[in-house]
């Protein structure tokens, strides 16, 4: 009766798409960051160990949007590593920045520009902004896919990896940074 009453909660589960929803991390003090998140899925696939696949979703109710909104800023959402081993973009010998990662969302009109990378001389994280976030709608999933390329020197070790929520007042040339939060949502220890 017990594994019966299991398998039926699991399909239950299952059929309503219920999705594990954290709380931890300094996102949950902040009125204005995503109300839910999941946790951060990462995949390596055996036959395309060159890559890593992120995958988070994430939601703001009402009363978080509506404070968000008030800000009038921006939002961002970011994957951060404590090291260099995973790349969305890179710079190469001549200057030229390439995107060799890539990425896949259901937020509106993103964009990745201005992503911070350590071998562009910032910090080691993907960016993903929403420069009209009056786009955003309460009570909808939010999904980010993240693509990156992974460093064969590194392969074998560990890092920690944050996804964070960022936000920065509208200014010029799109960034106020008298009016500048961040909070992490989700902490963990990745294999590189």
Sequence with gaps: MKRLLALLIGL???AVGIQQVIADGSCTDCNWAPSSWTSVSVIIYPDSPNYAETQQSFVWYYENLEAFLALD?????????DRDVWDYMIQEETGQIVVIGSYWTTLPNPTDMWTEEADLGGDEEFELKILSP????PDTWYVVYV????????RGTTFTLWSESEYCGRGWPFCDFGR???CTMTEQTEGA
């Design 73 to 81: 800023a921006y939002y961002q959402y970011e994957i951060r590593r």
């Design 180 to 182: 500048l939060d961040w």
């Design 134 to 137: 009056e786009d955003l709608s």
């Design 147 to 154: 693509e990156f390329w992974r460093d064969p020197e590194d």
């Design 12 to 14: 239950l589960l299952i």
